[in-house]
């Protein structure tokens, strides 16, 4: 596809998310007048106190829900419903029961036709990568809870997606894997046109992988700050980033934007 | 392969002496019912006694009228119980998936569910006539509702994130359909078969039993008619023996390849609270 480096990938104008509840006869809002642009190839990271929206958000651009007002659009067209161009790795998972893990990260493949020769060989390559190779024959039930997360991973980028939709997706794996899915999302990311629309509690997690980090205040989650990380990619190092006095001050700063609204 | 020998031998073994235990409980039943039949005295008329039963059962088997009996019943349940199955699993598909299927058709599919299969029988001989079509649209009858009621709870409390997980994977309507809402709605279906299939002899005694002249429902009312309920009660463990079969041959087996597998349903070793 042609990708025009003028038009932002995401547009997010004004949108507001409610849910409705029966029970109530307000709806609930969960997010309220967000305005943001994601340039093409981007890697933006959501933070924000727990509740605040920022899954919400997510969801309304995978096109699981429709903002009560405002719009959403992708490559200036207005999102319609879900699609392969968006991949999601959500926070539980969504790893299908009935499905090995071989299975699960080839099943976009499967859904675009691809031979089973074929996307074994594509979704192993993938499972490699997320350190996954020994686990291909089992289902997902029989994973620890970062396997799993490292699998929902996999699958979603086996898929090759435009823009990919991560909702804390490292939060359950230990540090080790952490660090290197991480430098692993920044590689692929920096080889392809990806655009990378990332969740995260982890403010070290924010600074390591952003270009930018969106601040969220708690609920209704607006938009409460948007910091550059001015940090250069080549000086990110993760063995030696914590001792950067740049790493120091925007990890305060973004500290210190989410945590006063957390109280 | 030593090192697996002890452990294949501890499978075998703890499978033995489960077989066994179930054994038990049947053993004690029979014995249970010879003792009540010889103390008691009564006729055997009124109250055959096992050895009474195996004697019937044995005269049958001589004669050959067990034998056609018996596949004449078989082929009406399972082609009764598989049609049903499809129109159960296919009607709760049609209202669990689509809105405007369940507005019109939902409180229909409840009305018909209360008339029960005895008061459709009359009615299904008028229209087919004794025979055939007549049984086998009892047996759909019967075995459709408790199906579709299953596989409709089945589908609504399907978590909806693997739904959206396969469409933001790419997958069209039909694809969800396959990959997701069948594979997820199995141990609903599995559910749902045990109850309709089960209840299928209901159906399969009563249609037999008006609208035929063969078969082990015919088979136990003639006899109860002839005043030989030997050959009555030979009919009934029959029927007990068959669902055994299905239970043990093919359901069961079938749950370990695939809901148990997947770990949608736990087993009674996973539940037991020590
Ligand atoms: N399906 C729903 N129905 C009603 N309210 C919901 C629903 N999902 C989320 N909410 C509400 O919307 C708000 C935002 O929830 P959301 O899951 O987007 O938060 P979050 O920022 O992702 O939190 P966390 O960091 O804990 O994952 C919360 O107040 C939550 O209670
Ligand atoms: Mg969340």
Redesign the pocket.
Known sequence: MIVNKELPKISVDNASIA?T?QDFAEP?L?VKDVTLEVSANEFLVVV?P????????LAAIAGFLTPQGGSIKLNGKQIEGPGADRGVVF?DYALLPWKTVLDNVGLGLKFRGMSKAERDKIAREHLALCGLADAEAKYPHQLSGGMRQRAAVARTLANQPEVMLMD?PFAAVDAQTRMTLQEELVRIWQQTEVTVFF?T?SVEEAIFLGDRVMVLSS?P?EIKAMVDIDIERKDRDLSSLNSNPRFQALRDEITRLVRQDAA | MPVNKPFLHGQFAKRGIKAAKGITGIAVLFIAWQIGASVSGVSSYFFPAPVDVYNAFRDMMHKGILEVYLLDSLYRYVVGVFLGSLVGIGVALALGLNKAIAAVFAPLVGFFYAIVESAWLPVFVIWFGYGITTILTLLIFVVAFPILYNVLAGIQTLPIVYVNAARSLGATRWQILREVILPGVLPSIVTGFRIGAGFAFRGLIIAEAIAATSGIGFLIFDGAANKQTDRTIVGMIIMGLLWLIIELAYLRPFERATIQKWGLVTTAEQREVQ
């Open positions: 849910y509840n609930h969960a924000g727990s509740g605040c929206g920022k899954s919400s958000l926070q804390e969740v509690h609920g989650g």
